[in-house]
């Protein structure tokens, strides 16, 4: 085999080479793609989530003071029926 082929083979090789290395690249882009927009519907999911339960807090909070009272009162009542 002459130089000028063995030349060519090197740089035949090289380019095959690197023609692979671009396409591992570009998969590799892709998968991360794919994972950011699975991180970006998380975090969407997550902020609802926790809208969600700044709600339900705010409702058992409320619920909770009208439980409250309303145990209170009964028991002002019971106390006033039977003379306490």
Do not use: W
Not at 12 to 26: A, C, F, G, P, V
Not at 35 to 54: K, P, Y
Not at 58 to 64: H, N, Y
């Amino acid at each position: 085999m002459s130089a000028r082929e063995q030349k060519r083979l090197r740089e035949r090789n090289t380019s095959d080479k690197l023609d692979e290395l671009l396409n591992l690249s570009k998969e590799a882009n892709r998968k991360i793609d794919r994972i950011g927009e699975r991180v970006d519907n998380i975090d969407h999911r997550l902020s609802s989530l926790e809208t969600q339960v700044g709600k339900v807090t705010t409702k058992a909070f409320v619920a909770g003071g009208l439980g409250g009272a309303m145990v209170a009162v009964g028991i002002e009542l019971i106390k006033a029926k039977f003379g306490g």
